[in-house]
């Protein structure tokens, strides 16, 4: 249990990338799409969303140790609420990917689920974004540099996710289908007992659909860690941009939207997992296998 929950602190996200300056004619319009590095441990920066990262990580870790210090055959409190997130998620995922493969990937889908939970909602609480540095403004004083960033609004983070999924990807894969096997579920083999002209053509199809399936593949960390960046920095920005139409009322107007956020955060958590989950499932499963998996 413990060790599924500290998964998480392997996914502070280290600079990948410095994304693209804010022009200054941007500047003061929404939050910043890069992190701010606001101290340095050596060489290494620390960002205001490495150091939320540690904060949720932390969180999660020490709760766990607080569900967890006095087992009770009869589960109450704060151990019922853990052993209902665990093994809800447990028969989620054997749906989905079969006993065999939840057995052996539970523990990641599990953390990075509850992980990216919990960070999506960390960034909805107030002063996460708009307490820090910066300068009087037209409407009052103007946050440039946030002391705390949502975790999963800097690309950094979701691209390391992302990455590590892709690792793990691959080692599941090689351990269950063997090199050989790999392959073949990439490229494929033409069936059947075709002879000259017709087994070579499908053989060029094959490997051309192969092709493709890696290009698909290579591209998958992208569109994982774009998909989840995406939607949380954009819901960040509305929250902003919603506080500030009418700046008496900045404590009133983004109300509603915070309950959508909720929600977003919850959905984005689920499609993170679902989507390593199901690619998971579609390189490890066999064609003659049938069973809950399949369907």
């Known amino acids: 249990m413990r060790a599924l929950i500290i998964a998480a602190l392997f996914w502070a996200p280290f600079p990948v990338a410095q994304a693209a300056e804010v022009s200054a004619e941007a500047e003061g319009h929404g939050i910043p799409l890069h992190a701010v590095e606001i101290f340095r441990i050596g060489p290494f920066p620390i960002t205001n969303s490495i150091l939320v990262t540690w904060i949720v990580a932390l969180g999660i870790i020490l709760f766990a140790r607080l569900a967890t210090r006095q087992m009770r055959d009869v589960p109450e409190g704060a151990q019922n609420f853990l052993e209902w997130l665990v093994e809800g998620l447990y028969d989620f995922l054997t749906g989905i990917i079969g006993p065999m493969l939840a057995k052996k990937t539970f523990w990641f889908f599990a953390s990075v689920f509850i992980f990216i939970l919990s960070a999506n909602w960390f960034g909805l609480i107030p002063g996460v974004g708009t307490i820090g540095w910066g300068h009087p403004a037209e409407h009052g004083f103007e946050v440039t540099e946030p002391l705390l960033r949502g975790v999963n609004a800097d690309l950094n983070m979701t691209f ?35 002879q000259g002209f017709m087994k070579f053509a499908m053989g060029f199809v094959f490997l051309l659909v192969g092709l493709l399936e890696v290009v698909s593949i290579l591209f998958r960390p992208v569109s994982l860690s774009f998909r989840l960046f995406g939607n949380i920095y954009a819901g960040e920005n509305m929250l902003e941009a919603m506080s500030n139409i009418v700046p008496r009322l900045n404590w009133l107007i983004p109300v509603p939207f915070y309950f959508m956020e909720l929600l977003v955060g919850l959905i984005q958590a689920m499609v993170f997992m679902l989507l390593t989950a199901v690619f998971t499932l579609l390189i490890c499963q066999h064609e003659e296998e049938h069973g809950p998996a399949q369907h």
């Open 160 to 194: 390391a996710m992302a990455m590590i999924f892709f690792f793990l990807w691959t080692v599941w894969a090689l351990q269950i289908n063997g090199i050989k096997g790999f392959f073949l579920h990439i490229f494929g083999a033409p069936k059947g007992d075709m």
